[in-house]
Each structure stands twice: as structure tokens, then as C-alpha cells.
């Protein structure tokens, strides 16, 4: 499975971000998919997660209510709409894949991963 991910950039705290992650190489519709980040000097951290039906989403505390995890299977294509962005959201995100096609928070979970996009919070 290869990944793309896009969509990060410079933003002021309070503002919004969309990123996106393109998949091909398996089915979609068949793949888990999440959201995790790092910031320097920190492990990755989970942010978000979606079953591959997309009926299932869940959240990482320190994101719920303002971030939200879609899918459109129809274009192989994962999102993350970021809203009310703070300093402490500065990292690279990653998007990755879960085969099982479940939802999880944990990233031993996923086995392929997308190349990252740097997302940045100014105060």
C-alpha cells in the first residue's frame, strides 16, 4: 500500500486545516485507516481512527470536537478536518493503515505508513 499525505502548512492558532492521504496499491474500502502525529522529541501519538466502512471513528482526547476523521472510498481517500488549531497540534502528521480493517488507536496496528506533512501552530 503506498500513502500520500497533504494538506499541512503554517496556520495561526484558532484557524483550520484539512489534510488529506491518498491510497492505492490495495482495496480501500477494505483498509482501517488513522491519523497519528509527532512532534520533536516525542513518540507518535495517536490522533484519530476510522473503520474501513467508516462507520466507526474515535478520537484522542486532546482532539475530540475539533478534529474529524472522514473517508471517501469512492476516491481512495482519507481526511482529517482541523478546527481550532492550537500551538500544542504542531507536529508531522502521519496517516497509516490498519489490514484488519478495524479502527485502532494503537499504532502497532498499522503496517503501512505515508510519508508525513508537517503541520505548524503559530500563537
Known amino acids: 500500500v503506498q500513502l500520500q499525505a497533504s494538506g499541512g502548512g503554517l496556520v495561526q492558532a484558532g484557524g483550520s486545516l484539512r489534510l488529506s492521504c491518498a491510497a492505492s496499491?490495495?482495496?480501500?474500502?477494505?483498509?482501517?485507516m488513522g491519523w497519528f502525529r509527532q512532534a520533536p522529541g516525542n513518540g507518535r501519538e495517536f490522533v484519530a481512527t476510522?473503520?474501513?466502512?467508516?462507520?466507526?471513528?474515535y478520537y484522542a482526547d486532546s482532539v475530540q470536537g475539533r478534529f474529524t476523521i472522514s473517508r471517501e472510498n469512492a476516491k481512495n481517500t482519507l481526511y482529517l478536518q482541523m478546527n481550532s488549531l492550537k500551538p500544542e497540534d504542531t507536529a508531522v502528521y502521519y496517516c497509516?493503515?490498519?489490514?484488519?480493517?478495524?479502527?485502532?488507536?494503537?499504532?502497532?496496528?498499522?503496517?503501512?505508513w505515508g510519508q508525513g506533512t508537517q503541520v505548524t501552530v503559530s500563537s
Open positions: 496499491g490495495r482495496t480501500f474500502s477494505t483498509l482501517g
Open positions: 497509516g493503515v490498519d489490514l484488519s480493517g478495524k479502527d485502532s488507536a494503537f499504532d502497532t496496528a498499522y503496517t503501512y
Open positions: 476510522i473503520s474501513s466502512n467508516g462507520r466507526r471513528t
